[in-house]
């Protein structure tokens, strides 16, 4: 019961919303007897890449490599272009850690309100799980005939039948051990087609092993389409690296916003530490105001506690988010309040000690 946890909080917004996910994890501690965790913080973020040329140590992967988990804040700093930031940070660590499943829930709260007007949490509740390592996002192509009016660009998708595999393989077997009634996957098949008719078929021989799980194939435009209209549709949506991107970020749209939403990087086999990060990013507009949310980051320690093995305790954070939000004493700008930082999750940590 004794877990070692990386911190990785970044920049802008991320310490400051990093601090309420340390203050979640010592109420858990407090809550549950026995229970601990040491945390080690890295300053591996974009000041330090203006001051020393690199966003972390050359051995920096090597270093993460033996913790129990990774938490991460966000970021990203005007001064930094964006690409730097993203590929000498993120992506590494996910890549090498083979975290291959980005997990990432679609979930309306209790007291939030969702821009579909007429949506209630019941049917607001579901789980995208977006493949993390390969497809659309593969760094292949290049550029043909330049500076001639037939220049040409080329931006290769590589899917493998290893990499398709396990992601198909994962979303049925987590739909098989929630209790979900069946998986919705992306497809766009009509329209490309070498990756999607490859992509539907291993996921027409993965089904068979999950003979009480039935599954749907969506074309990518019509999923979308079906997110804002009909989202009680979902339980389970699987989908490729740039399907799952963009169906995300939809998704917590429609679930209340981007201050909220939280996302885990995972490496299923436990070879590596899995990653748990809010989606927002450092939010330079309101850096230093102590009005950023929370909730994105709290709820990113509740999927760690989860994938540790004390999903009891997840359910407990998320029991407190929702009851701090219905209180609405400490609600952030971003939920219409004029809370701060600080204090909406000195809020949560206090449902969480109440034992909710
Ligand atoms: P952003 O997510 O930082 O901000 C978008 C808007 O949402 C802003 O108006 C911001 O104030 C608001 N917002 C974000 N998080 C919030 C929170 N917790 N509470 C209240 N409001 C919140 O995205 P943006 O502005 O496109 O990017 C800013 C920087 O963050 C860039 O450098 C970008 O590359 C980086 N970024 C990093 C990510 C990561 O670390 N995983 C993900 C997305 C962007
Ligand atoms: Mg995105």
Redesign the pocket.
């Known amino acids: 019961n004794y877990f070692n946890i990386a911190s990785i909080p ?5 310490p400051e ?1 990093m601090n309420e996910g340390y203050k979640v994890l010592k109420a858990m501690e407090n809550l549950h007897g026995g229970l601990s965790f040491k945390i080690e913080e890295f300053d591996w973020n974009c000041t330090r890449y203006i001051k020393t040329g690199t966003m972390m140590p050359d051995n920096g992967l090597d270093i993460l490599k033996d913790y129990d988990s990774i938490l ?7 001064e ?1 272009p ?1 690409h730097i ?2 590929w000498q940070l ?1 992506l590494p660590i996910r890549r090498a850690f083979q975290q291959y499943v980005n997990l990432r829930p679609i979930k309306l709260l209790k007291g939030i309100e969702s821009p579909l007007r007429n949506k209630t949490e019941k049917d607001i509740d579901f789980i995208v799980i977006r493949e993390n390592t390969e497809g659309e996002y593969s760094n292949s192509g290049g550029k043909l005939h330049e500076n001639t009016p037939h220049e040409t660009v080329i931006q290769n998708s590589v899917f493998t039948r290893f990499g398709t595999e396990r992601i198909v393989k994962y979303a049925f077997q987590y739909a098989k051990q929630k209790g979900k009634s069946k998986l919705s996957v992306a497809t766009k098949s009509n329209a490309m087609n070498y990756s999607m008719p490859f992509w539907d078929d291993i996921v027409r021989e993965i089904s068979r092993d999950y003979p009480n799980i039935p599954f749907h194939l969506y074309h990518i435009d019509a999923l979308a389409a079906f997110f804002v209209l009909k989202p009680e549709e979902f339980e389970v949506v699987v989908g490729s690296n740039l399907f799952g991107d963009i169906l995300t970020d939809l998704g917590a749209a429609v679930a209340g ?3 909220i939403a939280p996302s885990g990087n995972i490496n299923p086999e436990g070879d590596y530490p899995s990653m748990f ?10 850096t230093g105001k102590g ?7 709290i709820w990113s320690v509740g999927l760690m506690l989860e994938h540790l093995g004390y999903s009891d305790l997840a359910s407990v954070i998320m029991a407190a988010i929702e009851k701090a939000i219905e209180k609405g004493e400490a609600l ?3 939920l219409g309040g004029n809370g701060t930082t600080d204090a909406f999750g000195d809020a949560i940590v206090s449902e969480i000690l109440k034992g909710v």
């Open positions: 970044g920049d802008g917004i991320g919303v991460f804040g966000a970021v990203g700093a005007p930094v964006d930031s993203v993120i916003g981007i201050g990060e809010p989606i927002h990013g450092s939010a330079p507009d309101i009005i950023a949310n929370p909730i994105a980051q952030t700008p971003d």
